[in-house]
C-alpha cells in the first residue's frame, strides 16, 4: 500500500450529486456539490424519478470538476468510493453505476460506502485527533440514530426513531407554517426571531427504549395548535411555532444522547447528518458537553449535509482494513448500518 491513499468519492442516494478527492480521509483535496434543491422546491420536497434524471444529467461534470479541482486525474487515484445505500433507489442507482464504470474502464478498486457511515466520517474530517471509540448522534432528513463507533467501521446502533426522522420533522412542520422546502435551514433562522417557550410542545419518550426517538406526536402537536389557531380565528406567530418546536425537538435529542454518553461512560461525542447544521442544536450540546465535560464535536455545516467528501473518508478507513466491493455491487435502498 503506497503511503498516501486518495479516493475519489461520490454521492447520489438524494439530491445533491456530489464528488470529492479526499487524502488518507482526512484532507479534502476538492468536494464538489450540485444541488438540486432549486427543482425540488416546486413540488415541495424530493421527487425521486426528477432527481435520478438531474444526476444522469450532471454526474460527469460533478467528477470532472472535483479531479480538476483536485489538480489529479483518476489513474493518480487509489480508489473509487460511492455511496450504495440508504437513499432513494434511482439516484443510488446512477452513482453506483458511475462508479463500476470507471472501476471497470481504470481497474481501480470499488469501494460501497453507506450514507450513515459517510455523515459520521464527516467529523473525521476537520476534527485530526478525533478517533473512536465515540458516541454519535447522526440526525438527517431520513435518520435519527445514536450510534456507538467502537472502531472504525464498526457500529453499534442505540437506539433510532420510532417514526419520523428528524429531519422529517422539521421538514413537515416548515410546509406547515409556509416556510417551504428544506425546512431545517428555514426554521433554524426564523427560530432566532421567536420565543422557545411561548408554546408547550410535547416531548415524547419511548417506554422501556431510552434511546430510542419518537416525532410524529409532536408534528400533530404542531398541526393541531396551528388548525386550533384557525378555528379560533388567532393569528399564529411563525417564529413562536418554530422555535418553540426546535426547542422541543432539540431538548430530547440531547437529553436521550446525554444519558447514554453519562451511562456508557464515553468521554466523545460526534453529532452528524443535516441537522446536525442546526446553529441552536450545537449551542444545547456545547452546554451539555461542557458540564459532563465531554468532548464535542460537530463538522462544518456544509458537511453536515450531503457531500462526497464525507464518503471519501469513510471509504479511507474501509479501504485501510481490505474492505473492496465487486463489480456486481448493487445500490441497496433500505441498507442497514453495520451491514455489508
Ligand atoms: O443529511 P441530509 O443532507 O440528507 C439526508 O441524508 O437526509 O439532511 C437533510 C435534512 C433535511 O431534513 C433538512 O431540513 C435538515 O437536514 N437540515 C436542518 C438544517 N440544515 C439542514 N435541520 C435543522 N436545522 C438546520 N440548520
Ligand atoms: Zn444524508
Known amino acids: 500500500m503506497s503511503e498516501t491513499i486518495r479516493i475519489l468519492a461520490i454521492e447520489s442516494s438524494c439530491d445533491e450529486t456530489a464528488a470529492a478527492v479526499v487524502e488518507n480521509g482526512r484532507r479534502v483535496l476538492s468536494n464538489v456539490i450540485f444541488s438540486q434543491i432549486e427543482l425540488h422546491k416546486l413540488y415541495g420536497g424530493v421527487v425521486p424519478e426528477i432527481a435520478s434524471r438531474k444526476h444522469i444529467e450532471k454526474i460527469s461534470q460533478v467528477i470532472e470538476a472535483a479531479l480538476d479541482e483536485s489538480g489529479m486525474t483518476l489513474q493518480q487515484m487509489d480508489a473509487v468510493a460511492v455511496t450504495y445505500g440508504p437513499g432513494l ?26 450514507h450513515i457511515e459517510g455523515h459520521i466520517s464527516a467529523n473525521y474530517i476537520e476534527n485530526q485527533q478525533l478517533e473512536p471509540p465515540f458516541l454519535t448522534l447522526v440526525v438527517s432528513g431520513g435518520h435519527t440514530h445514536l450510534v456507538i463507533v467502537r472502531d472504525y467501521g464498526v457500529y453499534e446502533v442505540i437506539g433510532q426513531t420510532r417514526d419520523d426522522a428528524a429531519g422529517e420533522a422539521f421538514d413537515k412542520v416548515a410546509r406547515a407554517i409556509g416556510l417551504g422546502y428544506p425546512g431545517g435551514p428555514k426554521i433554524d433562522r426564523l427560530s432566532a426571531e421567536g420565543d422557545p417557550l411561548a408554546i408547550r410542545f410535547p416531548r415524547a419518550k419511548v417506554e422501556d427504549s431510552p434511546y430510542d426517538f419518537s416525532f410524529s406526536g409532536l408534528k400533530s402537536a404542531v398541526l393541531n ?28 435529542l440531547v437529553e436521550h444522547t446525554m444519558e447514554a454518553a453519562d451511562a456508557l461512560g464515553l468521554p466523545r461525542l460526534a453529532i452528524a447528518g443535516g441537522v446536525a447544521a442546526n446553529s441552536s442544536l450545537r449551542m444545547a450540546f456545547v452546554h451539555a458537553c461542557e458540564e459532563k465535560k465531554i468532548a464535542f464535536y460537530h463538522p462544518s455545516p456544509s458537511l453536515c449535509t450531503d457531500n462526497a467528501a464525507m ?3 469513510a471509504a479511507y478507513y474501509e479501504y485501510r482494513s481490505g474492505r473492496r466491493s465487486g463489480l456486481d455491487l448493487n445500490a441497496v435502498p433500505n441498507l442497514k448500518l453495520g451491514e455489508r
Open 89 to 114: 433507489v434511482g439516484p443510488l442507482l446512477v452513482g453506483v453505476s458511475m462508479a463500476k464504470a470507471l472501476c471497470f474502464a481504470t481497474g481501480l478498486p470499488l469501494i460501497g460506502v453507506h
Open 225 to 252: 395548535y396551528l388548525n386550533g389557531c384557525e378555528m379560533k380565528g388567532e393569528a399564529v406567530n411563525r417564529a413562536d411555532v418554530a422555535a418553540s418546536f426546535q426547542k422541543a425537538v432539540i431538548d430530547v
Open 311 to 313: 464518503i471519501g473518508a
